[in-house]
């Protein structure tokens, strides 16, 4: 597909998500009058800080053309091992922090080289890094919860409001601003790097990429890392804004992430997408999710909703690569 044609895509399919988020959030303001409050639209945006930062890492590896089922796993797993690093050896915050992101890179970097080096399709080797994972989450903990109540500073990383401190009355997460940090950082990486049309190359044609005398087994490693490394930011913010460690937590992350990602105009066909519409598309699930908990709707029926959408996100992403290539 032609750059020019790709980002065309994109942008469209980006425009209909943001038109999708603002009748959304009128919808529900008209609804609810406790929809559009100050503190609901907060905790929205709190929400989507996890669940945004993990559809940012597994971008990139849409893009390429793979899919990864192991991050809300490889999350909770990062926080483990956060809580092992600050809660049982009591090492410095900072170590905690680049624990988490080591952690991340470390598996992703495993994973990659499952899809690269072993030709493992992507679905299952990231299946199964996602049982592994898990299972290794309840080994280390001895399926009990790490807390950080000892750990000073913890729960500021994504409960505390630097902005808020700056402008009283605007109480801003942290997370909020650590995932908009994130996706700048990711979104810059795609569109002035070498990584970056890299991502885009191997999701476009791979093989061409290949023949053209690139490593491109390095590459697609180099990404899985890169994204296991923004998971690991995932699971510190979870951890922090639970103030623990939960060994059992995480299942089911990866499904809103995707939805997130694909809603956003990523196709799952790769080789197109942006961080600034799996963003729209990861508020969208957090609009979605907390307008329908404050209509009092069912948590079984919000589940149906919420896999309704990823059924509704596939198929249209399905007839816009059918339109294109007929086009």
Same mark, same amino acid.
């Given at each position: 597909m032609p750059a020019q044609q790709r980002r065309s895509g994109a942008a469209r399919q980006m425009l209909l998500a943001f038109a999708s988020l603002i009748a959304l959030v009128i919808g529900f303001s008209l609804a609810s009058p406790n929809f559009f409050q100050v503190s609901n639209i907060m905790a929205i945006l709190q929400a989507t800080s996890v669940n945004g930062v993990l559809a940012v890492g597994v971008t990139l590896i849409i893009i390429?053309?793979?899919?990864?089922?192991?991050?809300?796993?490889?999350?909770? @797993?990062?926080?483990?091992?956060? *809580?092992? !690093?600050?809660?049982?050896?009591?090492?410095? =915050?900072? %170590?905690?922090?680049?624990?988490a992101i080591g952690t991340g890179a470390a598996c992703g970097l495993v994973s990659g080289m499952f899809v690269a080096r072993m030709k493992i399709p992507p679905f299952i080797a990231t299946l199964g890094m996602m049982l592994m994972l898990k299972g290794l989450s309840l080994i280390v903990t001895g399926t009990k919860p790490i807390y950080f109540n000892d750990t000073?500073? @913890?729960?500021?990383?994504?409960? *505390?409001? !630097?902005?808020?401190?700056?402008?009283?009355? =605007?109480? %801003?997460?942290?997370?909020?601003?650590?995932?908009?940090?994130?996706?700048?950082?990711?979104a810059?990486?795609?569109?002035?790097?070498?990584?970056?049309?890299?991502?885009?190359?191997?999701?476009?044609?791979?093989?061409?990429?290949?023949?053209?005398?690139?490593?491109?087994?390095?590459?697609?490693?180099?990404?899985?890392?890169?994204a296991g490394g923004i998971v690991g930011i995932g699971g510190l913010l979870i951890s922090s804004r639970l103030n623990s460690a939960q060994p059992a937590l995480g299942l089911g992350y990866e499904l809103e992430a995707i939805a997130a990602v694909v809603i956003g105009g990523t196709s799952l066909a790769g080789g197109r997408g942006t961080i600034l519409g799996t963003l729209i598309g990861a508020l969208i699930m957090s609009v979605l999710t907390n307008g329908l908990r404050v209509l009092s709707v069912a948590p079984e029926w919000q589940t149906v909703v919420t896999g309704a959408i990823i059924i509704v996100a596939v198929y249209a992403d399905q007839l816009r690569r059918r339109k294109a290539s007929q086009g």
């Open positions: 390429t053309g793979g899919i990864d089922l192991s991050i809300g796993t490889l999350m909770t @797993f990062c926080a483990v091992m956060t *809580g092992v !690093v600050l809660t049982w050896a009591g090492m410095p =915050l900072i %170590l905690g922090v680049l624990t000073p500073g @913890f729960t500021q990383i994504a409960q *505390g409001s !630097v902005v808020g401190a700056l402008i009283p009355g =605007l109480p %801003l997460p942290n997370g909020v601003l650590i995932l908009f940090l994130v996706a700048a950082v990711t810059w990486i795609l569109g002035r790097t070498v990584l970056g049309r890299y991502t885009f190359a191997l999701g476009s044609n791979e093989e061409a990429v290949r023949l053209s005398g690139v490593n491109t087994d390095a590459w697609k490693m180099a990404i899985y890392a890169l």
